[in-house]
């Protein structure tokens, strides 16, 4: 009994010393510039170590990548263009730069040290450099975006189609995100009055109305179709009274039955304001069970399928 006491207390005095010796031989010695912070705001600065010199370099530039994550990120809200549940949300969960943002060829490595077989580095750009880069990024979305507006000008409607709005939702979601990069550095948006202008524009829902045109089946059947075809409509557009100058919808359905089946076709065709078609489509559902909510269920998914189809093609 006491060969194994004196045993175990060898091994735990053993295993004691290792893990000191372990712990003390991660007690890493920084240069003191390494940890303090840099005085001159008009540059972004970021440090970074490593066993080998390049790693080190890379470190540090991803430093800076970060610091404007640090910035924005007590302000950072999670981008979100929603029509009534249609358009899918665009989510901006990244607010940091990304490395290409950084011209390479304007960075300085200022500090390099080497202590007991580590690099330290430390990396500086001047903001100006790093603005002016996210306003070039930003550039590359003007020429679509003003092909967007002047598609929506040409059609003469009062109002932005589905299409539009989700196209143009798609290009502000990238572009919002450089903005509020470019705002934490304190640059100026060359294109700001573009910029606030297409925000504003996305603030509205594409308007449109509607015709429906029935053949066979009863009243109820029809106010059943009616509800069900409206509720799809309702994701891309808001339903208005009639209007020369906004979008129209012409519906035609039949309702048709069976000893065992029943069978609702719809056709659809919706008109900008020059009366030019831009979407039309037939669809049908039929079931063997007599419930018209059943068969409106499959009429209604495939509706919806086929217009978010056309909107993000």
């Not at 969960?93 to 060829?105: A, F, Q, R, T, W």
């Not at 009429?299 to 217009?307: D, H, S």
Request: charged share 20%.
């Amino acid at each position: 009994m006491m060969v194994c006491d004196s045993m175990c207390t060898k091994v735990f005095n053993i295993a004691l010393l290792g893990f000191f010796i372990s712990s003390c031989s991660y007690n890493i010695e920084y240069p003191d510039w390494y940890l303090m912070g840099n005085e001159d705001s008009s540059y972004l600065y970021g440090v970074g170590s490593s066993n080998n010199l390049q790693d080190a370099k890379f470190e540090a530039l991803n430093d800076i990548a970060s610091q404007i994550s640090l910035s924005i990120e007590s302000d950072t809200n999670i981008l979100k263009e929603q029509n009534n549940e249609h358009f899918t949300n665009i989510v901006s969960s990244n607010i940091g730069i990304n490395v290409s943002d950084i011209e390479l060829s304007s960075l300085e490595y200022s500090k390099v040290d080497k202590v007991d077989d580590i690099f330290f580095v430390q990396a500086k750009i001047k903001k100006e450099v790093v603005i002016s880069k996210l306003n070039s990024n930003i550039n590359t979305y003007i020429t679509d975006i003003n092909d967007i507006l002047n598609s929506i000008k040409n059609s003469k409607c009062e109002t932005l189609s589905p299409r539009h709005k989700y196209k143009l939702s798609l290009f502000m979601s990238k572009i919002n995100l450089y903005v509020k990069q470019i705002k934490a550095l304190g640059g100026n948006i060359t294109n700001q009055s573009l910029v606030d202008n297409v925000n504003k524009l996305l603030q509205n829902q594409p308007l449109a109305y509607y015709v429906s045109f029935a053949k066979g089946g009863s009243s109820s059947d029809y106010s059943l179709i009616q509800t069900s075809i409206t509720n799809e409509y309702n994701k891309f557009f808001s339903i208005q009274k009639s209007n020369p100058n906004i979008y129209y919808i012409e519906n035609r359905y039949n309702v048709s039955r069976s000893i065992n089946k029943l069978t609702v076709s719809l056709y659809t065709n919706i008109k900008d304001c020059n009366n030019n078609t831009i979407f039309n489509t037939s669809i049908e559902s039929s079931q063997s069970s007599r419930d018209i909510n059943i068969v409106l269920d499959r009429l209604k998914a495939q509706l919806y399928k086929k217009i978010n189809s056309w909107v993000e093609e």
